[in-house]
C-alpha cells in the first residue's frame, strides 16, 4: 500500500497484477493529513478509473494495481492465523500457572470473539470468491465459443485471413489472461478455506499450578569398568540370589 508516490507519476502507466497495462495516470489525490487517497487513472478504451492507495504497489519497475477482495482476504487469513497461534498461547500459559484464572478468562474470551468474527468476515469475502469465479467460468466459456465461432465463419469465407489471425491472436489473449487470473483466485479460495477448516488443537485445561508428575524409569545400572575389571551391581531383588559377581577379564 502506498501512503507517497515517487516524483514524476504523472503520465507513467499503471498496471495490472496479470502484467496487462490499465491506462495512463493522470493525477492524484490526498486526504487532510497529507497521506496519498486515490489515483485517477485515464484507461485505455477511453474511460477513468480512480484506484485507492490500498490498491496500488510500487514496484522497482511499475506502478501495479491489485483487487481489493483479495487483498482483504489475504490479510484475514494472516490475522486468523495469528489470532489461533495466540488463544493457544494463552492456553499454554493458563496451564503451566503463569496466569491467574481471572484474566486468563477475560483475554481469552475478548481473543475468541475477535476470532470468530473475523472467520464469519472470511466466510463473507470467500462466498464473493466464489462469485467471482462463476463470473470468470463464464468469460472464459464465452470466448471459447466466440473462438468457434471466428473458426467457422473463416472456413466458410465469410472473413478474411488477416482479419481472423488478429482476432484469433486477441482471444488467444484475452482467454490466457482470464485463465490466469482464475488460476490466482482458486489458489486464494483454497488458502482461505483451509484457514477456515483447520479446527483448534488445544489441550484440555488444567488447575492453576498443576504440573504434570513426572514418572522415573526404572533401569539397570550400568557396568563400570575397573581397569581390566568389570562390575556389574544387581538389582535389590536380584541379592537374594546370590553375592555380587565380578568377571575377570
Not at 53 to 77: G, P
Not at 150 to 178: A, H, P, V
Request: no cysteine.
Amino acid at each position: 500500500m502506498l501512503t507517497s508516490l515517487p516524483e514524476n507519476i504523472i503520465g507513467q502507466k499503471i498496471w495490472d497484477e496479470y502484467g496487462s497495462i490499465i491506462g495512463t495516470i493522470l493525477g492524484t489525490s490526498y486526504d487532510e493529513n497529507g497521506f496519498l487517497k486515490n489515483i485517477v487513472v485515464a484507461t485505455g478504451d477511453g474511460d477513468v478509473r480512480s484506484f485507492s492507495s490500498q490498491q496500488v504497489v510500487f514496484t522497482e519497475s511499475k506502478i501495479v494495481s491489485r483487487d481489493l477482495l483479495t487483498i482483504r482476504i489475504e490479510h484475514l487469513i494472516h490475522l486468523i492465523t495469528v489470532s489461533r497461534r495466540r488463544v493457544k498461547v494463552i492456553d499454554r500459559l493458563y496451564r503451566e500457572g503463569r496466569m491467574s484464572s481471572s484474566l486468563f478468562t477475560l483475554i481469552k474470551e475478548r481473543d475468541e470473539k475477535l476470532l470468530k468474527t473475523r472467520i464469519q468476515e472470511l466466510n463473507n469475502l470467500l462466498e464473493e470468491l466464489r462469485r467471482k469465479l462463476e463470473s470468470l467460468s463464464s468469460i472464459i466459456d464465452l470466448l471459447s465459443e466466440t473462438r468457434a465461432d471466428l473458426e467457422i465463419r473463416f472456413q466458410e469465407g465469410e472473413i478474411d485471413e488477416s482479419l481472423y489471425r488478429e482476432l484469433s491472436e486477441r482471444i488467444s489473449s484475452l482467454t490466457t489472461k482470464q485463465l490466469r487470473k482464475k488460476s490466482r483466485l482458486e489458489s486464494l479460495l483454497e488458502r482461505g478455506s483451509k484457514a477456515l477448516s483447520e479446527e483448534e488443537s488445544v489441550p484440555p485445561e488444567t488447575e492453576l499450578g498443576e504440573q504434570p508428575v513426572i514418572q522415573p524409569k526404572e533401569s539397570r545400572p550400568k557396568p563400570i569398568q575397573l581397569g581390566s575389571i568389570s562390575w556389574s551391581p544387581k538389582k535389590k531383588e536380584d541379592e537374594e540370589r546370590g553375592p555380587i559377581v565380578i568377571h575377570m577379564k
